[in-house]
């Protein structure tokens, strides 16, 4: 609370603030006001002196700032507003303060205004370029899904065809080899759509979570018979298992999790070894994923858990990917309550651990 | 040994899929559209293979008008979409199986296990 005393020092705030700025008497009769204030009334200043806003602006405005200035009377507390002027279609932030006499008395009301029409529209505008950018990366999952689906048609044709040329050709060695490509080929595509589905599917949250007892020890081999079967290098996995066999999960998120990160690990390992640790009772189970890769370099450590972001990204010959698949392991152990750590050393190799409760 | 339907509008997916069948050791017709396949329920399949997306209508939808229509042979989805949107609501449908397109192979195996199963039944 100010105190009447300090009248001349108000009067030189008031004509030398920044903003459009006034002192107002409790019968809302203007005193002071600055001549950003009286420009925006389009008036000169001794015509703004000595009146009330219902004599300066239409009723409806003048009963709204006369509401403004009671209030903070009233509650004897500086307050904070933003106004729309309704003629000039601006945007106003106000400050007004009530002022009491020595006794405690109210003698009115300083008024302080900002125009933050500017403000106001690029808040606006971010807010919408946000959106339509949250839009168009939805629009953009569903169409990769979408593609990703209709690619089965011609990849089931493919398989089809190979099965049946299998079937009806004499397989010598060499024609042999060929069909083993064209296998492997059809193994990679089918991996490749299963796991851009799979990345569309979690980023737009469409899955729920089903626990039941699962065999992990089966879901593991699989993985690996799969993961060895895509192996061109001098790379070995291997797995130790501590657990118990049975495990209360859901089981579409455990066989990705292992798929993404038995994957990975093979993927940026040249040579050496993927080790696979499984840990832990019926309540916790705790994953290890080791390899002797390329390693993580630390800037990268958490940047490569987001869709679309890679350790390298801009070089794709080397590894091929999307940066799908550490965002879709993440969102599925989230997904499960669990927790993923990443530690690592460049030039030495990478290990995830997974921690996940019953 | 079975006569079997497919219903498939993609033409070279039932062209490799019927010509599967008859190296299997199937008899195999097929057609593409529901409006189709309505006409020839009736010719004494032992089973029928439905894709689900066909330009006059659903194969889900198209099961459950088999079904009513008495039909008790199996009827197998043959669909690009994936098993955990789409087999449920197809089994609720009447229909045997749920096999996702990709792998052959697979669809052959579940056409041998339910012609033996049926044969027995």
Redesign the interface.
Known sequence: MFNIGKTALLNQMILQSPGNAFFKDTSGIYKVVNLNYANYLDRPLEEVIGKTDFELFDALTALALQKADDLAIRNGEEYEIEEADLRTGKTYLSKKIPFYNKKGKPIGVFGISFDITQRKKQEFQLAEAKQKAEDANQAKTVILSSIS?????????I???A??AE??VELTPEVQECFAMIRKAIKML?DM?NRV?DSA?IQTNE?KIQKEDICLPEIINDVIEFEKSLIDKPVIINHHYEANEYFYTDR?CMQHIFLNLIGNAVKFTEQGEVTITIKGDEECLKIIVQDTGIGIPEDARERIFEPFERVVRTDRSKYKGYGLGLPTVKKYVEALGGEILLSSIVGEGSTFEVNIRA | MGKILVVEDESLVSLVLCALLHETGHTAESVGTCADAREKMHNNYDMFILDLGLPDGDGKELAIEFRAAGITKPIVAFSGREEYEMEKPCLAAGMTAYVKKGNNALLLAKVEELLAMHAVA
């Open positions: 689906h209709d690619m089965r048609t011609p990849l089931n044709v398989d089809g065809a099965s049946l079937m009806r089918g759509v589905i599917r899955f579409d």
